[in-house]
Structure formats: structure tokens, C-alpha cells
Nanobody, 131 residues
Framework: QAQLVESGGGSVQPGESLRLSCTAS????????IGWFRQVPGKEHEGVSC????????VYADPEKARFTISRDKSKNMVYLQMNNLQSEDTAVYYC????????????????????????WGQGTQVTVSS
């Protein structure tokens, strides 16, 4: 079964940074738009960002904050989420997922979209921000 693998989570203090990584060991992500979501217990998945496969353009759920940057390196089959100035409210399990090709092709849904617009998911990586 196709699955993504996230890494890079951990425990940090407020104001610190983390870079999350997303890859797939057995298949090529080049033609997939990839999104990042996060989830805290008792709440639904919250969209964070998405990067297209066509031109690398990115969308963010909350562009005004501008603390997160999504990028991809096709030569390494990797997608990254750089998170700066982390705050306690960023504590969550972070997931990467592929956009459903049947819905959006290789592009991102508007405003990152909803979980139903994504098809293959990783197991998630925990990010904890605490002083």
C-alpha cells in the first residue's frame, strides 16, 4: 500500500525551529502535489500548506503568519516543512499527504483544501512546543 513517511518532529521551546521531511520509499512523488496537515487530540485535521508538482507553487492556510515554508527536492524525493518561531499552539501531530490526482491533478486545492481532497497519508510526526 502506498504510504508516505514523515520525520523531523520533536520537542522544542517556543521560538525555536524544526524542519519536517516527507518522503515515500517505494514510489516517486514527482507528479503529486503534497500537503501538510496537523492534528491535535479531539480535533480534525487542520491544513497547513501544500506544494504543487507542476511549478512548485505553494499555498498556505494562514499566509499572514509566514512562519512556515514548504519546499520540495525532486532529486531526493522529499518534501519539507520549515517551521520557524514555533509556539505552543503549533503542538500537534503533523502529517503529509498526496493530493488526489482525480480532483486536482498535480496542483494544490485552493487554500490547502480538506483532508478528503488528499489520498495517501503518512503516519505522522509529533511536534511539541513547550517551555
Amino acid at each position: 500500500q502506498a504510504q508516505l513517511v514523515e520525520s523531523g518532529g520533536g520537542s522544542v521551546q517556543p521560538g525555536e525551529s524544526l524542519r519536517l521531511s516527507c518522503t515515500a520509499s517505494a514510489w516517486n512523488l514527482d507528479y503529486y502535489a503534497i500537503g501538510w496537515f496537523r492534528q491535535v487530540p479531539g480535533k480534525e485535521h487542520e491544513g497547513v500548506s501544500c506544494i504543487s508538482a507542476t511549478d512548485g507553487s505553494a499555498v498556505y492556510a494562514d499566509p499572514e503568519k509566514a512562519r512556515f515554508t514548504i519546499s520540495r527536492d525532486k532529486s531526493k524525493n522529499m518534501v519539507y516543512l520549515q517551521m520557524n518561531n514555533l509556539q505552543s499552539e503549533d503542538t500537534a501531530v503533523y502529517y503529509c499527504a498526496t493530493v488526489k490526482v482525480a480532483l486536482h491533478g498535480s496542483r494544490c486545492p485552493p487554500n490547502v483544501g480538506t483532508p478528503n481532497e488528499y489520498e495517501y497519508w503518512g503516519q505522522g510526526t509529533q511536534v511539541t512546543v513547550s517551555s
